[in-house]
Structures are given as structure tokens and as C-alpha cells.
């Protein structure tokens, strides 16, 4: 052990150079000092200090009264915005400014930033010449042609001030951007507005007239090509920043991450160019990502996830030379339009984290956020973190993210793998391009996991039940897909499980992205029921449902499971139990996606009369409703004779109490868990219950 | 669209407010400025400055020259360890000191924190009575006593003042964390020596005379009860930190996280203590992590991934009111002892995310690291980061982990897992307890998914090429281990294929860790391998040896996959091969571990006269030896006859060019790829060829 930690390795060359220094300074038995510098160090580190940009000026543009109702309730847009910010600034002693005038000497922590008008060469540089004449003419237009340009504009309003104050807001970001790579200040932040990340090059949009954090990015990188040339844009803001990402879509010196609500295009500005799979083109392939909440209400956990996930390492990778914060604080806890919750010390942490990019040349922009407590606290935080302070705890670092959240990340992430070296390693390594395996050389060697899982199941039950095939004729399906019990044609009562492909609970090698088949294992939970219906001798059939074909002979592009689980049991119910004459008494139970064949049988065949119960095990997947093809009080019959088991985080019951989904839909009930295993052991008992229930009560069947 | 965006749903709570504010700042078309504050800010923020504990003094402890070699190479504890750190501060301006004489007054930016002895009841605390009244005895013991105690300690060396520099350094690292704790500074490093980490509660060793960090950290608890009742230790020294461990292991206030080198105890200290399962024992379980490299040559890419991995997210979750980091600075590049490489600038960035905790509550205090002018630049960098400069960037921030290091990380957050929030988030939903499967009511609802795998291998081989199982007889084991064409007791020559169950390539839920089994797919190598012997029409035999046996009859407790291959190998040549009379040429094809089973084979049973070739597939596995049992010259047989091919990066092959594995492992070959697949798809025609020309060179096989 010893030898590990003695010097006997010390390299030669550095050998020599403390032999030297020995005579100079090595001090080890006398008390007394002999210290002989070999310089005498006289340098004083002076930090920078951190920019500020804020001009009064940007305050004139605002919306033109038209009612009493815009003065109590006035625009989310409102001048205010940047008021609120620096007064903050003040109240806490980050800059002196006793009367909130603006001042420029603003004390030792902060630097004024002089704000002036961006130029026209400037702007041009991203928007068309006819968007900037068009905001120029409305320096001069009368208070009726700037309503009527107001009603006609996406989200955005004009009064005689607009043009002057976007320029101001555009020629701020400039300016704070260009103190930051010039070395004046280490860092700075923008306090500017009208916001900018929704205008496009072509138009104004969403409360922005002019591109500006997209405009100082473009002047920048050509101004500066030696020091600066690579830039990412980190846009926090709520919104999709559609009119930076259009500025650099084919820009491969501009990285773009936007972090935004997104729901399907429904949230604003609500365009497919929004889309999580929006990567970039051409030489901007890959430089392109968007971060897609599928819903509102995400905060500090999603944020921070986001961040360390995706963000960090991706920034890392990329390697900018200067990083731009779109700051819109309208993710922020109590703004009612992004109707989030980001708290402002999270804000402070991503801050933080970003400091760490490009050697600290951090600008950070200000976009939308409507809510002027919220701003000011979330902007002092951010700038408490500017000025070097370390961020405060988040007051809840326990907190999960949302699960659809993380899905989300991972999706980023996926796509983003094929660009990114940090998460082909988090991601694992994709060496088989799973889409090309059906004409690859790789289809000789390969086969799905279902089919084995399947064949298992069948082998299983024929030893256990000696359960045999029951023909599918011309599904063109595999043969496995029904099987039943020896009794079938003499039972009187019929169990008809139908389910999902079982899942499988697995170790995966992060390296390889295979997994270990030994030490894995298939659950299949419907087995309780089978053992059930066998020992009291019922008739049983299993349908399993595959919920895609990969490839193979039985035509897989047009496969869709929705449509198979219904043909299938269609195919089931009019060759075979039509015809099994003795059974009276029938139920389903149905387990995942495949009930939806379940429901569907139910109702476009007359079933009623020897169906009498119906158990569906849905855990998170999508609630089926009954759609009665001949006759209206089927959703009754459903509602009444139906158990239909839903996880306990089922987006179903949404966030209020009491809220129960509609009748066709069956009788939905919320279990205490999650997951199909979970929530079918948990709810066996009362399912049983429930089928022999049914089965008795006879007279009430009609 | 537009309706997102405006202010219709501004909440009532605010509105109240913000017409009072209308009245008051708001200011819309006028352009001459109405402002009149609600109060006039006159607060001025002052940050607080970082830290510094340096005293002279700690360089009394010195070892005593015992000859002249030593003055020329030094012990790598060199008491100039602190006054280069000192020096550099000095040169870059941190502090102001020209005489580099450790003055009180040293500038602006850091705090001269005075270091004082730390007290007998302060050293208690940690430490036993014993332990302090040896240590004690050393300052009057003459020279050869003392040389005979460092003779017989645990790498450390002990002069008349050592007892008052230990003592200093222990109080140096309270009075850092005092000074933090009560807010005189925002953080501090604390350089000081000799070090304390592998300083037990009895003992001296590795250097360490007290534990400084420990003792610090108890007195802390103990005094600042109400301020600090959680402490975070981050020990990025690479060597474990024995003695911190010790002191908090059974202690839930502190959690000890350790990066250190291990390497299956071989490296310093070495003892099991320091190994990843060691997670902390009674109360304390959960809040010790042991981040364990398994090998030297780490760095940057390797510290980046378990900070974003395992230390932030767990620091996060602990929620520390105090951060000390134990930094030795022996991970850095260009230290011999450590042999990693740490860089400067990723101190800074590990400082800067450390940073983030504890609302910045940072100490450092110095542990290791012998190389001079490494510690001096690293000690820069981290004190940069204190006052609150960005990290500078990483010089390669695109380096790829090493496989073996991100495999650690992995195994290190599955067995944390068990403990903290974020990493089940991470690793997945563990809902099922693997362990108790055999015993659980799950176990009738599960099966092995290598069952399923290996049925639908022998469904695959019966349905195209006839395939038949070969009896097991009293091996217990699953009836289809062994299957045979139906040529097999006519053909000459007999191509026998012995692998482990194939891999699967997957899509992976990361919310509930299954797998969707339709969008999965196995993927069986060697079947390229059957589909040539076959249309060779050789006779074929196909092994497949279980890595393990989950449960079920087979006795699975003492299953070792390795004896298995064994011993199904000899049953095969002894009850089946012996007595195919017609068979005069051999060939195996190993894949994966279970080429153990052939190497056995050939050592234990004279094979040589039918055996013609052996081509195995290792990819990353262990190289089997051939160890001859009966003739000597086998190894040099099997080095003739076989080929083995390997991963890339396979470990065999070194850091060094040109190295070769010994010929008691066949001829092994490096593959241009990794894993069994690629390997197997780069080298099948090699393999082929080889078999061939070994099947017509009859001649030379004696």
C-alpha cells in the first residue's frame, strides 16, 4: 500500500524544477522564516461588474386606451414591465437610484449600459425592409389607422412611440450583448421591452415588433467574428420563440433551445415549427431544440430536469462563445398566462448553471412575463446570480416532475441523439436503426420479443390448462393470437380475457442498450384470472393483441392495433361464440389498449343477453367510450354491468375533485396505484366479486 | 390564439394592487417621466468577500532527512504544498501579500481568516483520547524515536512539530467552516496540511494526523445546532476518505460522498470500506456514496458526468446547510500518484455546481495532490470560483467517459436508488423487487425471459432446418439446451455453436422501467453461422448456456454459469460427440461467456484429433485460458487452431501499442468494432475461411 503513496515515480522533467526551488524556498525544520519570492506579486484582481441596460424611453410604447375596462384591466404587455424590474433592482441595493430615474451612475455592483435606437443596417440583418417601413410609418399614423393596425396585427398594438421604443429594445440587446464580448462587463442584463422572440422576419407577433435578441445575435456574430462564433440562445420564456428559431433555423453558429408550452400546437404561438422534433435545417440541422411542456403547470422539478438533461451537457457540447438568455419570466409562479410555476430561485439556478457556459459571457434578455410581482422577483433573483451571489435553495427540491414531463425530456433527448454525443451516451448506443431492420441483413437474424413472449404464453397453457388454438382463419394474423380451454363447447359460462402483449420487467446495459434475458423477466398478470376461472371451471378464452407488427409477412403498414383488437373480436364473437350454444353467461375482461375491441363488440353486436359483466384494467392508457351502433341504452347497459379500473395519476380525473368521466366510458374507477400489475392485483378481489355477482343475478339482466 | 395572450384572466388578488399602482407610476403616452416611488431605495448591497486560512506554521511538519536522496526527491507530503497554493493567489491578485509572508490585511477580495490550534475537546469529537496523547508525545520524542514511529506507521512521518501543524490544520478547517456558518464570508478555502481524510478515530495514516474535515464537521453540529443541522462532504481526492467515512457512518447529519479510485482494492487505502455498496450503516444508511473508479486515467468527462449524475442531484435532495469539499487536488492532471487528469478548469466547474447548494455555504479545505504546480493552478481555479468568477471552459468537453467509469456511475445510482428520490426517478421504477421474486405471489405470474427467448430459438430452428432437441439426461437442467440437425449421427463434419442467450435490443419505458415487447427485437448472431453450416450440409449442433437461472427447480442457488458451460460441454463429448463415429472434423464457434465451456473442453479431454478449428466471440468478455490437464503442447495447439476475436476496446489489449494476450488464449485478434453482433458481422468471413482451410488441411493437423 505504502509504495502507492510515496514519490518514487515523480516525473523527471518536474523533478529538476523543484530541485530549484528547494534552495529557494524549502522550509522544513527551522522555525524561522526564509521566504525568497521569485517575483513579487503586486497585480490586483478587479472583477467586472455586471451590465445593466434600462432606458425610460422603452416605456412609451404602450396600447391605446379604448375603454374604461383597459385602464382597471390594462394589456399583459404593459409598460410597467421594465419599471417594476429596476425598482426592484434599487429596493435591494444592486444599483443606486433613489428616485428610479434611470440614472446612469447606478453604484460599484452594476455598469449602466447606455441604450440606444438599433440602426436600420442592424435590423436588416434579420427582418425584411417592408417590416421595418411599416413600423416606422407608425410613428406618424392617427390614433385610427394605429387601432385598426392593432386589430389587424397577431397579439400586438402600436401607438406613435412603438417604433422608438422597439428600436430601443433591439439596441439594448445590442449593447449588452456587445459590453459582455467586448470585455467591459463580465456579464449583463437587458432589461428591455416591447419583447422580441415571436417576431419573424417578415412581421411583428405576440407583443414583439422587432427580433431583438435574434438581431444582437446576427450583429454580433458578424461584428465579432474572431471572438465570438458561436452563440446559443437559451429561451426560458413560456412561449415558442418561433422568430428567433426561424432567424437561425439553417444557422449552425446559432444554437436555439426553447423551453415552452406546446399542447399539441394548441398554446401560443401554437405552429408546428414549436414541435419538439423540429431540429434544425440544413447546415442549422441539429442546432435546433425545442423542449415541449404537453402541459401547463410544470416548475422547478421540470425546469431543473430540463436543464441537467438536456441544457447543461448539450451547451457543454456545443462549446458557445456566447450565451443568450431570452428571459421571458412568464413561466414563472403567478403569472396567469403561462399558468406555471418556476420559482424564483429556480430562476437563479439555471442562471447559475449557464454562468458555467462560455467562460461567463452571459446576456440575459428580457422577453414576455405578465405578472409584475412576479418579474421583479424572478429578475432580482436572476441578477443576484449575475452579479456572482449563489443561488438560493428551491424550496422544494423533493418534488417529481410530472411524468409526461419526463417523457417529454426523453423525447428530446432521443431525437436530439443523432447530434449530440452527450446523449448518444445517456440514450444509449444506437448501432441498429430500428426502422431498417425489415430490409436490413439484420431481419435474417431477428426476431420480435412478442412473438416469443407469445409463444411462451401458449406453451404455458397448454401445460398447465392443455389450452389448444383457436382458429383465425383469414385474419392473416399469427395463429397464436386466440387460444381456450379444452371446455369450451360445453361450459355454460365463458371468461374471455383479451390483452396487450405482457410486459416485461428488465436491467438494461446502459452502454450497450441491450438487455440481460436472464435476469428478466415477462409479468403477465391476467394469469390470476385464467387460474381463477379455471379452478371454477368456466370456460376460458385468451385473446392476446399485438400492438404493433414489426415486420414479417403479415402486412405491417397498415397495421393498426385499434383497428385489429376490434376486427379481432368481431372475428371472435360472429365465427365462434356465436356459435358455442351452451353458454349463457358471458364476461370480458380486458387488460390495456385491446379493450377497446372489447367496447367496440359491445357495441356493434347485440351482446347484452349473455354478456353480463365487463372488466376493464386501463391503467394510464386512453378510456374507451361505448359507441352504441343499434341501440341508445347500450351506454346504460355499460355504465351499469362495467368495472373499468383506471391508474390513480389517470389524466382522467384532471386536477379537481370529484370530477367523474361520462357514462360511456363504463363505471370508472380510480385506483390507489399505478400500472397494470399494480392496479390489477390491487383490484382482483372486487373484480371476481363483481363477475360472480353478475353471474347470479340473472333477473336483473334485462 | 390571440386569446392566450391577453390579460382577460388576470387574477383578482393582483388587480387591486395594480390599479393603486396605475394611479401612481403608470405611464403611457406622456413623455415627460411621472415617477414617484412608494420609498426611496437606499439600500447598498455589499457582497461578502471568500475566505482564506493560510498560516505558516503548517509547514513545520516536515519528514526528517534521513539522506540525501531525500532532499533531492522529496516526500510528495512537501510542506510547499501550501505555500504554492499561497504563492499563486498571490501572483494572480486574489490576495494582496508581496512578501508572500501570510499577513493579516490581504485585500479586497478574500478575508484573512486566522488560523488558530483546534482544542483537545474539539479533536474529541472525533478522535479517541489515545489517539491525541500519541500524537502529543511526538513533539518531545528526540530523532531516532521519531523515525521509528514513522517507520511503523501507515504512510505518515511525524518531527517534533507536527503535533502543533496538525493541530493548526484541524483548527483551520473549523475556523473556515465558522467563518461561513456565521456569515462573515460567503465561502472560504482553507489551506492547510498536513491533510485529514484518511485519519481514522484511532489512528494516523496516509498523511493524516487529524481528521480535519470530520472534526470540523462535528464541531459545527454541535455548536450551530439551529443553523446547521445538515452537512454535505464531497471528497474529490482520489484516494478514499477512509477516516471521513468512518466518522459519519452510522451519522444521517452528514452525507460523505467520495470520488476515489478503488480498483478492487488495490489502490490506496484499499480496504472494503472505500468500495460503491458501502452506503452507510444504521441510522446513517443512505448518506454515504462511494464513487469508485475502476481504473486510473480519469478526468474531466468522467467528474463532469458523476457530478450532473450522482453528486448534484443527490446534494440537491439532501438539502446540506454547509458544503465543505475535502480537496485534494491528486485527480489532477499531471500528478504521478494519482495518474488522472483533472483539469484546472474542471475544479472550477465542480466548484461552481457545489456552489449552488447550501445557498453557496462552501468551504474547501485542502486534502492531497503532490505534484506542485498542479495543485497551485487547481487551487487558482477553485478560488476563482469562489469569489464568484465562471469556470473557464472545459478543454474537451466532447470526450467521451470511459465505458468502465460510466458503468460505475450506473452501478453506484442503482444501489443509491434505493435511498434518494432522484435516482429512482433516473434509474427507473423499481415496483418489483427482483430479489424477492422466487418467494412472492409474482412468481406465479412471471417467467424468465430467456425461456421464452431460447423456445422460440428452437421453434425458429425446428420449423426451417428440421432441428431436434439432444437429450440432457440427469444434467437438470431445461430440456432445449442442446439441439441438433437431423444429419447429426450421418455427417463427417460437425460444426458445434456454444453461446449465451442472445442479445435483445430494446425500447425502454423510463417512467415504469418495462419494455413495450412489440418494439423489441432479439437479435441472434449466430444464426448466420447455422444458416452456412446448413447449406455446407454439415451436421450442427446449437448450445445455449443460461448466464443464470432465476428460480424455478433447477437449484438455482448454486448455479454458476461458468461450471455450467463446463460441465455441459464434457456431458456433450462424453455422452453424445465420443460416440458419433462418423464425425472426423470439428469445429466450434464460441459466443460470449460460454467459450469458458469450450476452452474447458479442450484442456480436459484429448479433443486434438477431430477438433480442427475453434473460433471464438469474446466482444468485452474475460479471455478463457486454456489450461491442459493432460498434454502440455495444447496451448500450443489451440494458439494454432483458433481464433479469438475481441471488442475493440477490449481490456486486453492495454493502454500500450503492440501488446499481445498470451497463447494459452488462442490467437486472439482486435475487432475495429465493440459488441457481438458488430464483431460477429465484421469477422464472419475470417471465421469461415478459417473453419474451411482448417477442414482441408488434413496434412498438417498432427
Not at 396585427?153 to 467586448?182: H, P, Q, R, T, W
Not at 416591447?194 to 422576419?201: N, V
Not at 421540470?302 to 457540447?317: N, T
Not at 390507489?672 to 366479486?689: C, K, M, P, V, Y
Amino acid at each position: 500500500m505504502q509504495s502507492n503513496m510515496t514519490s518514487s515515480a515523480m516525473e523527471g522533467s518536474t523533478k529538476r524544477k523543484q530541485e530549484e526551488e528547494n534552495l529557494e524556498s524549502l522550509n522544513v525544520v527551522p522555525k524561522r522564516q526564509v521566504i525568497v519570492p521569485t517575483k513579487k506579486p503586486q497585480v490586483h484582481y478587479i472583477p467586472l461588474k455586471t451590465g445593466l441596460c434600462y432606458d425610460v424611453r422603452m416605456r412609451y410604447h404602450a396600447k391605446i386606451f379604448t375603454s374604461y375596462f383597459e385602464y382597471i384591466d390594462p394589456h399583459p404587455e404593459d409598460p410597467r414591465r421594465i419599471y417594476r424590474i429596476y425598482k426592484i433592482l434599487a429596493e435591494n441595493g444592486l444599483i443606486n437610484d433613489t428616485m428610479l430615474s434611470g440614472v446612469d451612475d447606478i453604484g460599484d455592483i452594476m455598469l449602466k449600459i447606455p441604450v440606444r435606437e438599433a440602426t436600420a443596417d442592424e435590423i436588416l440583418e434579420v427582418h425584411s425592409r417592408e417590416h421595418l417601413e411599416f413600423l416606422e410609418s407608425t410613428t406618424t399614423m392617427n390614433r385610427e389607422v394605429l387601432l385598426k393596425e392593432t386589430e389587424k396585427g397577431d397579439s400586438v398594438y402600436f401607438n406613435n412611440d412603438s417604433y422608438m421604443s422597439a428600436k430601443l429594445s433591439c439596441g439594448g440587446a445590442i449593447e449588452a450583448c456587445k459590453a459582455v464580448v467586448e470585455g467591459k462587463v463580465k456579464n449583463a442584463l437587458a432589461v428591455v421591452r416591447p419583447p422580441g422572440h415571436h417576431s419573424e422576419p417578415e412581421s411583428s407577433g405576440g407583443f414583439c415588433l422587432f427580433s431583438n435578441v435574434a438581431v444582437a445575435a446576427k450583429n454580433i456574430l458578424k461584428n465579432y467574428p474572431e471572438s465570438v462564433r458561436k452563440i446559443m440562445i437559451l429561451d426560458w420564456d413560456i412561449h415558442h420563440g418561433n422568430g428567433t428559431q426561424k432567424a437561425f433555423y439553417q444557422d449552425e453558429r446559432v444554437l436555439y433551445v426553447s423551453l415552452h408550452r406546446f399542447e399539441a400546437g394548441k398554446y401560443y404561438p401554437g405552429t408546428v415549427q414549436g414541435q419538439y422534433d423540429q431540429c434544425g435545417e440544413g447546415k442549422g440541422e441539429g442546432f435546433n431544440c425545442n423542449i415541449t411542456w404537453p402541459t401547463g403547470g410544470v416548475g422547478d422539478a421540470e425546469y431543473m430536469w430540463a436543464f441537467e438533461q438536456i441544457v447543461m451537457p448539450m451547451g457543454r457540447e456545443f462549446q458557445p462563445d456566447l450565451v443568450i438568455i431570452s428571459s421571458g419570466f412568464d413561466a414563472a409562479d403567478g403569472d396567469v398566462i403561462g399558468q406555471c410555476h418556476v420559482t424564483p430561485s429556480c430562476y437563479g439556478h439555471m442562471t447559475h448553471m449557464l454562468k458555467s457556459l462560455a467562460r461567463g459571457n452571459l446576456v440575459v434578455v428580457l422577453e414576455g412575463g405578465y405578472n409584475l410581482d412576479s418579474i421583479a422577483i424572478s429578475a432580482l433573483s436572476v441578477a443576484k446570480t449575475l452579479i456572482g451571489e449563489p443561488p438560493d435553495e428551491l424550496p422544494d427540491p423533493l418534488k417529481d416532475p410530472k411524468p409526461e414531463a419526463l417523457e417529454m425530456i426523453y423525447k428530446v433527448i432521443k431525437i436530439q441523439s443523432k447530434y449530440w454525443k452527450c446523449f448518444k451516451r445517456r440514450h444509449g448506443n444506437y448501432n441498429i436503426n430500428f426502422s431498417e431492420v425489415a430490409s436490413d441483413t439484420l431481419a435474417t437474424k431477428t426476431f420480435p420479443l412478442q412473438t416469443a413472449i407469445r409463444q411462451q404464453q401458449y406453451y404455458n397453457l397448454f401445460k398447465e390448462y392443455d389450452f389448444v388454438k383457436f382458429p383465425t382463419a383469414n385474419l392473416k394474423l399469427p395463429d397464436d393470437l386466440i387460444l381456450c380451454s379444452p371446455n369450451i363447447h360445453t361450459a355454460e359460462t365463458v371468461i374471455i380475457i383479451v390483452h396487450d402483449t405482457p410486459q416485461i420487467w428488465l436491467e438494461k446495459d446502459i452502454i450497450s442498450n441491450t438487455v440481460d434475458p436472464c435476469s428478466s423477466i415477462i409479468i403477465d398478470s391476467t394469469l390470476d384470472f385464467l387460474k381463477w376461472a379455471h379452478n371454477r371451471k368456466y370456460g376460458i378464452i385468451d385473446v392476446n393483441i399485438p400492438q404493433s407488427l414489426i415486420y414479417g409477412d403479415e402486412n405491417p403498414d397498415n397495421y393498426s392495433s385499434l383497428i385489429n383488437a376490434q376486427e379481432i373480436l368481431l372475428f371472435l364473437w360472429d365465427n365462434h361464440i356465436k356459435f358455442l350454444n351452451e353458454v349463457n353467461k358471458i364476461a370480458f375482461i380486458g387488460v390495456g389498449d385491446s379493450v377497446s375491441g372489447v367496447v367496440h363488440l359491445l357495441g356493434h353486436r347485440d351482446t347484452k343477453e349473455r354478456v353480463k359483466a365487463v372488466i376493464n384494467f386501463m391503467a394510464d392508457k386512453q378510456l374507451k367510450p361505448l359507441v352504441p351502433l343499434v341501440d341508445e341504452s347500450l351506454s346504460d347497459w355499460y355504465f351499469k354491468n362495467s368495472l373499468v379500473f383506471s391508474n390513480r395519476t389517470h389524466p382522467c380525473w384532471g386536477d379537481k375533485e370529484n370530477k367523474k368521466p361520462r357514462k360511456k366510458y363504463g363505471r370508472v374507477l380510480r385506483c390507489d396505484t399505478d400500472g397494470l400489475n399494480s392496479t390489477i392485483e390491487e383490484r382482483f378481489d372486487e373484480a371476481t366479486d363483481f363477475i360472480l355477482d353478475s353471474f347470479e343475478e340473472w333477473s336483473d339482466s334485462e
